[in-house]
């Protein structure tokens, strides 16, 4: 029985370098070179995604089958949720249990204080959240841009810099999501939020079709809403 924290055998790491650069070399065309640039991003990419769905399956299997874990788990997330002077607007803001399911008190201080100014410029989070669904589905639309990560909190802070600045127009200029307009490997989870199916509550089906969902907003004065500018 291999030892919990022993490491498995891996691909050496250079070698797996050494052999891309490799073939480059072999590559004779920009638009080769470019294919082989998607296909290697496409791969690595799939890597992350099962690595993070696994590390959240096993995370969610430790708190169920070992209730101290568990506890210490829950407990420091309410501590930290409220200790510090960022988060502790957020709350006030967009409520305890949003900063808890988002685990932003495992994040930095220079995010904190970007969900701090973006909760104070849209202090509703069924408001803010349809901002943050066209921020994170532009960037799935856009190669060049960093995709949505496989997580439980996939919001950069590209996202709450686009959801401050669409909310100095009005009226508000992004319209709330449903299920169709999500990408097949998308739904939303219980707070409204676009994530990987994985962590969804409600999913787009590969026709995009499907019944949910994000929360609604306030009427915008009736006015047209289109697509957001990228």
Known sequence: MRLVGAEPPRPNDEAIVLALREEFRLCETDTQRYDLCVQKRDELLDQQTRLQTLAAACERVMSSECPEYGRR???????????GSA????V???GRD?????QWSSKGEKYCNQLRATARRVPVWEEAVVGLNWSMLQRSRDIRRRPVKALVNPIEQADLDSLRSWSREDPFPCKRLAAKDLPDTFGFD???LMVYKEFAVGLAGPDGTGTTEAPAVPETNGADITEPPE
């Open 190 to 192: 219980k707070y409204g």
């Open 73 to 83: 788990k829950k407990a420091k997330s309410q501590d930290s949720a409220t200790d």
């Open 87 to 90: 988060l502790k607007e957020v």
């Open 98 to 102: 949003v900063v808890q399911h988002y």
């Open 92 to 94: 006030r803001c967009w």
